[in-house]
């Protein structure tokens, strides 16, 4: 007897976690959704929220109820950067470490947003449950079990100490870095392992933004912090202040040497005013660690988040990689459910995002050595813009059409011009009169991007649907079209002829694209569609 069915069962109610309910409930795809702790954070973790990050959200429908949140214009800290200093009393002299691109308008529709996730995770929480997920809290996934066809898992209320059986076709384990899905897999993780320890301080200073003499920024080190580095941060726009300094277990330190006085000294010795008025609101110790799963996927059990990989935050990519996990698996285990994929396509997660872990973690690892003053020149070349790291990666899988094998996941430079395997470009179009961006075209179905009717392209989309089932949308961008380019010739944009085609996938991805008209084009894009969609 099983005490709930549902086809996906998530385990961690993290950002990473209810970003798969809500994708997947928006996909039509019930879930029923487990957390150990009694509701969502109640600290501002995670604080900035990426370009590429938005652009899911927005897909899904759901972006202005995240924007809402942002306080203010959260920009001017992200275009502040990466700054250094003696004490914040002497910002005037700060050192630039790093000034990322995030954004642009000729890259993006959506800019980055500072919101912390204690109020992100909140509204997430809502959304998912609108959209058919059963979200339960003080519940902790205690067993599961797999066959061909479901996996079979115990899960206890904390508050009752009751047993539930779940029978689920899929589950997801979205449990964080100390992952009981991943250790009950039995998934080893490869890379550097713990690389620093620090202790998250926040923390309310009223002075403290006269201090800094209103410069914004998204952290700010100091090297004057008694025996330590210490960063500060207020992305998320409100108090608290988070500052973190490290320690070192090597030379016998512990959270537990930070007491509230300690960390009251720490601060206003990073800030050069010993008299500043400091309240400690909370301490979290953490560790900065780099590692991947050798395997995000186990049968019907999926690792996403900092289930499969952790990296040291530098960069913040860490929550934004998770959501983007999500986001990739999401549309694929509901293409799956509904019959439109085969199973091959779920194979496709681990190669596309495993590789874009391994990749991102090694960029996180960089810039923690860069930051920390370890980097020697040859680490400093290889470090890419945070641009290409969020929105210029590569998927190189068996559902991409036109990859090369060795071909890299991040390149020097961005470039987002229709390749197979990237982010199909962003270009504003009108649409009727309403200004809407390629972005949008994107979200449950296939679409077919093509410059005119009457180039076969049309034609051949209707025939492969019909021919493998699977719904595929097209749509005609041209000056006399439904859709017409506003600012930029699409096929310059993706980098086809004046008869060419570009199928993207639900995600935004490029599956396929033909620079022209060829023979056979029922039959090419068929193949291509199949490819796309696991059909062996």
């Not at 010993?274 to 999926?302: C, H, I, M, N, S």
């Not at 649907?465 to 005609?476: E, G, I, N, Y």
Request: charged letters at 25%.
């Amino acid at each position: 007897m099983f005490d709930t069915k549902v086809p996906v069962l998530i385990v961690g109610a993290g950002p990473v976690g209810l970003a798969t309910a809500l994708f997947l409930g928006r996909h039509g795809v019930k879930t029923l959704l487990v957390e150990k702790r009694d509701g969502t954070s109640v600290l501002p973790r995670a604080p900035g929220l990426q370009a590429r990050t938005m652009e899911l959200f927005r897909s899904a429908g759901i972006h202005h109820a995240i924007r809402a949140l942002e306080m203010g214009d959260s920009h001017p800290y992200f275009e502040g950067g990466i700054l250094q200093v003696e004490t914040f009393s002497g910002i005037d002299d700060a050192v630039v470490l790093e000034a990322p691109s995030l954004d642009g308008p000729l890259i993006s529709p959506e800019r980055v947003m500072g919101c912390g996730q204690d109020r992100y995770e909140k509204v997430l929480v809502e959304l998912a449950r609108e959209n058919g997920c059963d979200v339960r809290f003080n519940h902790r996934l205690v067993s599961f079990i797999q066959d061909t066809h479901h996996v079979t898992a115990i899960v206890e209320d904390k508050v009752t100490g009751e047993r539930l059986t779940v029978r689920a076709d899929y589950l997801v384990g979205a449990d964080g870095a100390g992952s009981r899905t991943r250790e009950a897999l039995g998934v080893a993780r490869a890379g550097r392992g713990t690389v620093f320890n620090a202790l998250s301080i926040y923390f309310r200073a009223p002075e403290l933004e006269t201090v800094l003499k209103g410069r914004k920024f998204i952290l700010c080190y100091a090297t004057a912090a008694p025996g330590t580095l210490m960063g500060l941060s207020r992305l998320h726009g409100r108090d608290p202040w988070l500052a973190a300094p490290l320690y070192e277990p090597a030379k016998g330190e512990s959270p537990a040497d930070f007491t509230d006085e300690r960390c009251v000294e720490i601060v206003r010795a990073a800030a050069g005013k010993a008299d500043l008025e400091v309240e400690v609101v909370a301490k979290v110790p953490w560790e900065g660690a780099q590692l991947v799963a050798e395997t995000f996927r186990v049968r019907r059990v999926f690792l996403a988040g900092d289930a499969a990989h952790v990296h040291p935050p530098a960069g913040g990519f860490g929550a934004n990689t998770g959501i983007h996990d999500a986001h990739n698996l999401a549309w694929k285990l509901a293409a799956v459910l509904r019959g439109t994929a085969g199973d091959a396509l779920l194979d496709s997660y681990d190669a596309e995002r495993r590789r874009v872990g391994e990749a991102m973690a090694e960029q996180a690892m960089i810039r923690n050595r860069i930051r920390h003053g370890h980097a020697d020149a040859a680490t400093r070349e290889k470090m890419v813009d945070d641009i290409i790291i969020t929105l210029g990666y590569r998927y190189l899988s068996d559902a991409i059409s036109g990859t090369e094998p060795d071909a890299d996941v991040l390149s020097p430079r961005l470039e987002l011009t229709g390749q197979p395997g990237t982010r199909a470009p962003h270009l504003w179009l009108d649409r009727a009169g309403e200004r809407i961006s390629t972005i949008d075209l994107f979200w449950k179905d296939f679409v077919l991007l093509t410059g005119s009717d009457d180039n076969g392209w049309t034609g051949a989309a209707v025939e492969a649907a019909k021919r493998l089932d699977v719904p595929v949308r097209t749509h005609v961008i041209a000056d006399d079209g439904e859709l017409k380019p506003v600012d930029r010739s699409w096929p310059k944009v993706y980098g086809v002829g004046e008869d060419g085609a570009v199928l993207v996938r639900p995600d935004g991805f490029v599956a396929w694209r033909a620079h022209g008209a060829t023979r056979g084009q029922a039959e090419v894009l068929t193949a291509a569609l199949a490819k796309a969609t696991g059909r062996r």
